[in-house]
């Protein structure tokens, strides 16, 4: 009985071992999640302030995780955000990285370093799920053919994708580069200047209408909604709008299951709360203030839903997951919704000032947090940090020596080891750019108007320089421009050394 249970323990002690050791390899390669909502303020999570309306999955993981108050995208629109979370590039730097058509070429180089490019080096398994809006093909698309470039052709194994956004055509699902349920004999016809002969529109049909467009969204109609852009054939691939973030979770959870594995890189890229806002009839009316709330928590379901499919396939503990939003918050942003008047006490930016569109911070300061169960204690970081950082501190966790102009290695700030961030970040807002440095943000003079009135939000567009103490007043009240002289010459010496002595064709000005 004695050498028996010597054999069974030494046994259990060699089991033991193998179980250490395929632990310590997994941490050596982590999988990374990506959980990108689409135009969701700084306000509007509870877990930053919210007191209207109650995201407890999204806060589960930020108040386990780091949750950044200096977090954000590198531009107040989509295209530009994505384009520098995945590259790691300031969007400035692309003069086409600009919120783009459904029809657009893709923005992405085919030889450019992405993260998922980047990932497939060290084995990762990598795949997108959700928006995409970054471009298709290479010239006039196709939709009926095997796409020519596209999410794939930048780094990712796997794509499940909308082209660009809920409200522009074509509102198809592509599945590696091929849309789903095409009807051979209904092609697809897109175009963002003519409508199709006899096609109805939102404009010249409003008797077809479920819902009433306010700006801009008056073209072709696909579900009762008008869209940006027109659109010809393709009905039976055309998605359901109330099934859509049911749709994209269903297919993420399966990615996770099937791919569990190995490690892998998932990018779950959520609509909400963009617009149009359809929430499932489970949502409808459950957050009090209309369909921008109800699909806030519609996200925030989803979000628990793929946390809870990670731990049940037994692969949450040994995952990074980061959260954030790809701009600020905008209410009427096309249609009639009630999110408006249905706002109440809100404030989807919080104490910021500005939102989507807009140089000031709500443009681009926006929900951050980063969460590794077991691995990062919980903690609340004021850390200067920005989206296009991951491709850097990512490089650093799987041991990728990379050399990027814009990202920086912020790993340790990413995993709550240090407190110490960025030094200065350039933000951008339709192709004009501010300049954050320490606890300060200067913004250029520029020409235009001092409020898009379709949105009602603040531009930040002024003729003189304005310069905000960040620290002292977040919701930048009190313009120091003229009262610190020193510091304003200071940021924008340093600022023109990273942007260049022209931003957005405005001439040079001499500081007194």
Known sequence: ????????????????????????????????????????????????????????????????????????????????????????????????????????????????????????EKGYQTAVVGKWHLGLGTGIVDWNQQLDAGPNDVGFDYSYIMAATQD????????????????????????????????????????????????????????????????????????????????????????????????????YALNQPHVPRTPNPRFVGKSGM??????????????????????????????????????????????????????????????????????????????????WKGRIKPQVSDALVCQIDLLESIAKLVNIDVKSTDSQELLDVFTGKSAKGRTNLVIEANTKTAFRQGDWIMIPPYSGDPILEEVNIEMGNDKDFQLYNLKKDIGQKNNLAKAQTKKLKEMMKNFELIRGNSYNNVEKIELK
């Open 290 to 371: 209309g369909p921008r709330g109800d699909v806030i928590l519609e996200a925030d379901y989803c979000v628990g839903e793929i946390i809870k499919t990670l731990k049940a396939e037994g692969v949450l503990d040994n995952t990074l997951i980061m959260f954030s939003s790809d701009n600020g918050p905008v209410l009427n942003d096309g249609y009639y919704d009630e999110a408006v008047e249905k706002l109440g006490n809100h404030k989807p930016n919080g104490p910021l000032r500005g939102g989507k569109y807009s140089l000031l911070e709500a443009g681009t300061r926006v929900p951050f947090f980063t969460y």
């Open 168 to 267: 522009r055509v074509p509102t198809i699902y592509i599945d590696n580069g091929k849309v789903v349920n095409l009807d051979s004999k209904d092609p697809i016809a897109v175009n963002y200047d003519k409508n199709f002969p006899g096609q109805p529109t939102g404009k010249e049909n409003p008797e077809l209408l479920s819902m009433k467009w306010h700006h801009g969204h008056n073209s072709s109609i696909v579900n009762g909604i008008p869209r940006i852009g027109y659109v010809s054939g393709g009905a039976s691939a055309n998605w359901s709008d109330v099934d859509l973030a049911d749709h994209f979770l269903a297919k993420a959870q399966t990615y996770v299951k099937s791919h569990k594995d190995a490690p892998f890189f998932l990018y």
């Open 1 to 120: 009985m004695k050498i028996k249970y010597i054999v069974l323990s030494f046994l259990a002690f060699t089991v033991s071992l193998k179980s250490s050791s395929q632990t310590n390899n997994k941490t050596v390669k982590p999988n990374i999640v990506f959980i990108y909502l689409d135009d969701l303020g700084y306000g509007d999570l509870s877990c930053y302030g919210a007191t209207a309306i109650k995201t407890p999955n999204i806060d589960s993981l930020a108040n386990g995780g780091v949750r950044f108050t200096n977090g954000y995208a590198t531009s107040a629109t989509c295209t530009p955000s994505r384009y520098g979370l995945l590259t790691g590039v300031y969007p400035w730097r692309n003069k086409d990285a600009k919120i783009l058509p459904g029809s657009a070429p893709l923005l992405i180089g085919k030889d450019q370093l992405t993260i998922p490019k980047m990932l497939k």
